[in-house]
């Protein structure tokens, strides 16, 4: 068995682990990252795509946006589509020049992965039997087996970075985490097709059929989804009636449609609202989809995994640096505050966007006054543009060791 100490053990290499992991490296602090996936598993799953203003300044204060500076999209607006018409929100011009970047999830994650393993720091794909203990002493264990061996590390602090069907927030003991929850009953039918956007920039529609987005990922690869009810299977879905149902849904009555090409990937994603707070036990910090989750409407699910992990490595270094322990115990609690506004914002846009299946008549009317005041309210949209872009940061990049 391979004993060994480290200052931080990260469980989980997806976007939460891998930004704390580099953080923490960028001021000093080591750390061991252990994921139960291949690193090609990891880079393949098509997830998010969309980068709030704040994510984008962050990667690049942390020298890892030379891909996003490269092949990301930077949109200063967006699209909402209803009753047959396209009206544009101007994100950059309610924001002070704030916008989004389209980058998908698949190229952070690459990113990370090459700094990650540039700084030589351990980072270990394949790793079986994850489990931690020992979360409430001044010494928590993380066991996991690789390469034929087990391993037992001793950690002064472990990041739960291991999305929502990890092992570190089932291993705090029961009675300790309040869990608030909301399943919608829809879910996301998603393609990406070899077809270049027809539209720069995202196109969200509010039709009688349900919701429907239009997203890119590429100058050559359209990212699509409409509502179906859950649990959907994907097989019930030919390519063909997948295009007729996006062409419907999406059509504006000036003709504007997505451009049809081949579907190189689909599925159905269920949509949830979840928080389990607070996100700490003992030396155990949660961070990322392992402490929430939301439905993908905002764009704010990966968002929110490089917020959380800014606030704890701000923590870490205090500590590490300074022995102050005052922002490790503040975690949750400024984590906490972002995440129920993204919640908010998330349940906003998924209430306003789609067909409840209980819905009647009379929610229909007040879904469409609500886009009819959102598209021409200046208020309104100034509202949704700054939370659409992310608000501003509650830590600064210098407390976390980063030049702002
Ligand atoms: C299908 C899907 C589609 C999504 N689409 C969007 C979208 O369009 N827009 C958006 O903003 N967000 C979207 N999200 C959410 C977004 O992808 C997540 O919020 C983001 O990935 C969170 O990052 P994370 O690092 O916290 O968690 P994850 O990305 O889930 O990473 C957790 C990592 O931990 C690993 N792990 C799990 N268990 C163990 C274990 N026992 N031991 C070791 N490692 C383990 C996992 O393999 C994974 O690599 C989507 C999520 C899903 C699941």
Redesign the pocket.
């Known amino acids: 068995m391979g004993g060994n100490r480290i200052q931080v053990g990260i ?7 891998l930004l704390l992991g580099h953080l923490l490296h960028l001021n000093g602090i080591d750390s061991l990252i ?4 291949s690193r090609e598993y ?1 880079i393949d799953r098509v ?4 980068l709030e203003q704040g994510t984008v300044d962050l990667l690049q204060a942390m020298g890892v946006g030379d891909g996003l500076q490269q092949a990301g999209l930077r949109h200063e607006g967006l699209h909402v589509s209803f009753r047959g018409s396209r009206h544009r929100i101007d994100l950059a011009g309610l924001t002070g020049g704030k916008a989004i970047t389209v980058y998908g ?1 698949n190229e952070v994650v690459r990113d990370l992965i090459d700094a990650r393993t540039a700084t030589t720091r351990p980072l270990h794909f394949e ?1 079986e039997r ?1 489990s931690v203990s020992d979360l409430d002493s001044s010494s928590p264990v993380l066991r996991f087996q690789h390469g034929g061996a087990e391993h037992e590390v001793h950690c002064d602090y472990i990041a739960g ?7 570190c927030r089932p291993a705090i003991p029961e009675g300790v985490l309040t869990v608030y929850e909301r399943i919608y009953p829809f879910a996301w039918l998603g393609i990406l097709s070899e077809a270049a956007p027809s539209s720069e920039e995202l196109v969200y529609t509010y039709h009688d059929r349900g919701f429907a987005l239009f997203s890119m990922r590429s100058p050559k690869v359209t990212r699509l989804y409409f509502q179906v009810p859950p649990d959907e299977p994907i097989e019930h879905w030919s390519d063909e009636a997948i295009w007729t149902e996006m062409l419907e849904r999406m059509t504006t009555q000036d003709g504007w449609q997505p451009n049809v090409g081949r579907i190189i990937q689909k ?1 159905v ?1 269920p949509m949830r609202s979840f928080v389990a707070a607070p996100m700490r036990y003992g030396r155990l910090f949660l ?4 402490a929430h ?1 939301v439905p ?1 409407t905002g ?7 490089a917020s959380d992990v800014l606030v704890l490595a701000r923590a870490l270094k205090a500590f590490y640096q300074h022995g102050r322990t005052e922002w490790l115990q503040e975690y949750s609690d400024v984590c906490l505050r972002r995440v129920w506004k993204a919640q908010r914002f998330s349940w906003w846009m998924t209430s306003t966007l789609h067909r409840f299946p209980d819905g009647h008549a009379f929610d229909h009317q007040r879904q469409l006054a609500d886009l009819d005041y959102l598209t021409t309210s200046r208020a309104a949209m100034t509202s949704l543009a700054e939370q659409y872009v992310g608000l501003p940061a509650d830590v600064s990049f210098e407390s976390a060791g980063l030049t702002d």
């Open positions: 469980v989980g290499a997806g976007p939460a682990g252990v994921e139960n996936r990891v997830r998010a795509g969309v999830q790793a994850v970075c291991d999305g929502f069907h990890g092992i599925s994603t961070a990322g989809d392992s989750i993908p764009a704010k699910g990966l968002n929110l995994a």
